[in-house]
């Protein structure tokens, strides 16, 4: 824990809201799907009720209710129009409750949203002003801004709160992302990670591996701070990356505007962002990307390529990462440029003999020495002998293979480089057979398509891979060597819009050896709306300006299982690649086979393990449509069973002592949700009372607007959800007298 022992600001500054320990449990600019979190989160102990006080002397700006997001928020603003925004509250101070309570019940709503006049509710510097809670989302805590009076969000450790921190960020990982249209890394995926090691005694991050690497590439790393030892972790302040002693890329996070929010798609990366939790920043631009925090030193974005003139060679870097406090780490590596494709040519001289001859941009790379292992007959991995490896005058080298009864079906060379870069190239050798037999799989990945091809046996030769287009173009693309009986390729090519209607695979005979049919189309090209499939009861719409480039998007009909299947309505399909960032949210529609569809049906998107999440729709004469931020699985679901309530308290036909007593209830919905506080109302003896509730708890409660007298009262609260199936249930209770 830090412990922060002054409630007081500087002399005309500003002051933390709350006193004793300030513990921080999320950072400014953390990672949040599709916008950046604002402020910073205080943690309360796990319990709701700390004091919050007036970081200034200014008023109260606006007061803001709902179930969601803040929960119950307080906005203030100061003389220079600096807002400070609370939320997640439990309550307010005393005036201000009063207040709202007043204007609830006037307008028989919990939800509230209203703006004051200036200096109509003048607070100072220090004032209890509300207490913390668990309102909206997330467990107990408090959430904090500062933003301008342009409304621009602050990070608040460095405009006016910062706190007494000497510990420095942690450093995790440096990886590299391939950025072309066909490069692989030699496990098959586009993204090379490193584990990076601390040197304590120097206090800096390193990695003895030197990445040989043949592509345009960006670079990102995985780091955290924490403002003490065994703190949360936090996002950093700052990250700048330099390569050859020059500052190529930065990124700094004191403030972003709210039209950059999204940005945060982009800041990191974002697959593992979202299917993990796990948090990498992107130290260059990718298509899209105009978050003002983040500064390119060259043209290229900060992506390195062969467009820089020098590409070609060793490289060093260093990744220097900063916290709020000025606290810096730093990351050493390096990486080695090549040309792309394989560094030898393969000769056979003899059965016993055959050349490695180097690629003529492969000659001046610095080749230490070659490591040449063997397979023959069925048998694994052999490496011969350093004699049988010579040294070619001209370049190159001499292999002589031992004498043996099974003859050569393949050699694995890898080269060392004297700057320490290693590069393993598998080379088959023997002869193609007649049945070659392969397996092609692919998904969508990267704006692009990555393929994997299982040959039936090891050792067999690499196939092609064919991609058809519908007006009848195709193009081969070749296939790299993962492992002896597994290929990889890449392919996208941004240029071609029409739809990708099947890809095969075609062996050392040039015969196709596998066909698969598909029905890829490339969205986000053109401006034109494309409408995808065209014809069918589901659509997807897409518009130039859903997408950050352009990207392959792939609709199918689902098969298998699913969540609530008694539940669903006609056929349930998915748009892939599921995860991927959206500049804009794409229109996903079923045509009903009811043409007049009732409200108990709903379009739905498979959030996960979560089941299925009802979505704000609409119905334009039997094709119901919505506005989603995300791809993945649709199904129109029914939802025809009324909301739970259950542990309504007080209970029916009980007596209790208390004449202001909690009234409560937990209230459960299966699938379309409460929408608002319109779909829960709560009667005491015929009058209207606040339902607060809280939706992640299930929670509703609420206390009488006045004391209750003795004897019999009726309780009755009614639930709705958004398909329009509504419960009551009714409780008589007595107050009586002790």
Known sequence: MLLFLSGEGAEGGESWPVKGEIDISSGFCDFRTAHFHGGVDIRTGGAEGREAFSPVDGYVWRLRYSYTGYGKALYLKDSEGNIYVFG????????????????????????LDHEFPPDSLPVKQGELIAYSGQSGSGPPHLHFEKRTAANVPLNPLTNGFPLADRVSPEMESVGFIYLDSNSLFANGRRKANFRLQLD?????????????????????TKAFDRISHQGPLLNIYKARLFIDDSLYYETEYDHYDYAETKMVDLCYDYYPAVADKNYH?????????????????????????????????????????YDAAGNKSDAEFSFFCGPPGNLFEYEKISDTVFYLIPVSDARELGIKEVAVYTASGNSGWRRLPANLTEVRKGGGFRITLPAGKKPLRAFRVVADGFSRWRKEELYISQSPIAAEKYQLSYELSDNGILFNVSAAMPFMPAPKITVQYADGYSKVIECRAVTPSKFAAFYRNPEIGTAIIGF?????????????????????????????????????????????????????KGGGWFLMEANIVGDVYSVTPEIIPLAEPVTVSFISKDSALKKDIGLCHMAGKNGWNWMKSKNESGRVSVKSGFLGTFALLKDDEAPSLKRVSPQNQKTIQNGFPEISCLITDDLSGIEDDNGITILLDGRWLIPEYDPETTVLKTFPDKKLAKGKHTLEITAQDRAGNKK???????????
């Open 200 to 220: 304590r005694g120097e206090r800096r991050y390193y990695t003895d591996s030197v990445l040989y690497l043949e592509a345009p590439f960006g670079i990102e």
């Open 728 to 738: 009551t249930v009714k409780s008589e209770f007595l107050v009586g007298s002790k």
């Open 504 to 556: 095969g695979l075609i062996d050392q005979f040039r015969n196709p050896a596998n066909m698969k049919e598909v029905y890829i189309a490339l969205a986000g090209k053109s401006k034109e709306t494309m409408i995808f499939p065209d014809e069918g009861e589901f659509q997807v719409t897409f518009q130039e300006e859903n997408f950050y480039a352009p990207t392959y998007i792939k609709v199918s």
């Open 281 to 321: 920043h992107l130290l260059f631009n990718p298509a899209g990307k105009y978050f003002s925090g983040s500064k390119s030193q060259i043209p290229a974005e900060g992506i390195f390529s062969e467009d820089r003139g020098n590409f070609i060679g060793l490289h060093s870097a260093r990744i220097e990462v």
């Open 88 to 111: 997640h509250l439990s309550r307010l101070a005393d005036r201000l409750e009063k207040w709202v309570k007043n204007k609830q019940y006037r307008t028989r709503r919990y939800y």
